[in-house]
């Protein structure tokens, strides 16, 4: 299928799951933060169920090709899987600077980093058992959980990003034995911090994949647009990704106005084109969605374009989110009549 569409990861959580307000009201966390659940921990997990349900109902009948669960389970993208690992003090974290330049608190490394058992395999279990559709996961990546985290053990951040790339590593396997079609790792840090994604980032992920024979995704992309508002015109680290044994990249171009041309140094990678603006809370007309994609066929063949948002739209109102999806497969469907064919 010609530009085939699906989300980044997150889908907005219902209100009467977790207090929305209070997530929009803070950077999102990089340690557990619990207090955000409305449900009691007896219910909790039946209410997230019964929420993803919602999350995946929502992608369907918007159109999307490939489905996620939405993230619904998770305070933020990273927290749940990097929370879930030995070798972190959760009792007495400690603090890194956000990509906004703010302190947080962060899991602090206090041994070896090692994953002691599968993390997400039950949600995609979940996912896989309630939908016909193809579907996606996502987990953090191994450089940026590095730089959400207080490094008190390693002598290198090279040494722990190698660990963290071999936890991820794991993850996906299991993910892959348990049916997912796609597995994505967020890496939204090697954008913020491209010297050290340069110094050993690349080879951390490329760690993480290595022996994986699924097909695989990298995000990457300037912060979730309710949080970050200034955005550059272009990637700081983006042609470095060539080198990366995924299969696609996923990256922003609606809201920053992307010079689309950048996309010419991801030559044989499929693209997840962003092309919905989070940033704007009208949904886009259909016509111009199809013009942001077309700003990218120039530089990346229509067989090799996905269609999606420019990151996830956990922070969006329900019925924006769903307005825009259904607008992104409207154009979706555009472009396959004007590029049948198209190679």
Known sequence: MLFP????GSFPQPDWLIDRARLAGRFPPRVRAHELWRIPPQYLNAAQEDATLIAIRAQEDAGLDIVTDGEIRRESYSNRFATALDGVDLDNPGTALDRSGHPNPVPRIVGRIRRLHAVEVEDLKFLRANTHRQ????????FTMLQQAQNDFYKT???AAMDYADAVNQEIRDLFAAGADVVQIDEPYMQARPEKARLYGLKALNR?????????????????AAIIHERPTGYSFLPELAQCTCAQVSVETAQS???CSALSAL???????GCIDLADPEVESVE???????????YVAPSN???APDCGMKYLARETAIGKLRAMVEAAKVLRAEYAGAS
């Open 5 to 8: 569409t699906t989300i980044v």
């Open 135 to 142: 579907v996606k996961i996502t987990v953090p990546g191994p």
């Open 157 to 159: 951040e090279e040494e």
């Open 208 to 224: 993480a994949l290595e022996g994986i024979k699924g097909t695989t995704a990298v995000h990457i992309c300037f912060g979730y």
């Open 257 to 259: 106005h992307l010079d």
């Open 267 to 273: 030559s044989g990678k499929k693209v997840m084109v």
């Open 288 to 298: 111009t969605i199809v013009e942001r994609i077309k700003r990218a066929l120039p």
């Open 305 to 307: 374009v996905i269609l």
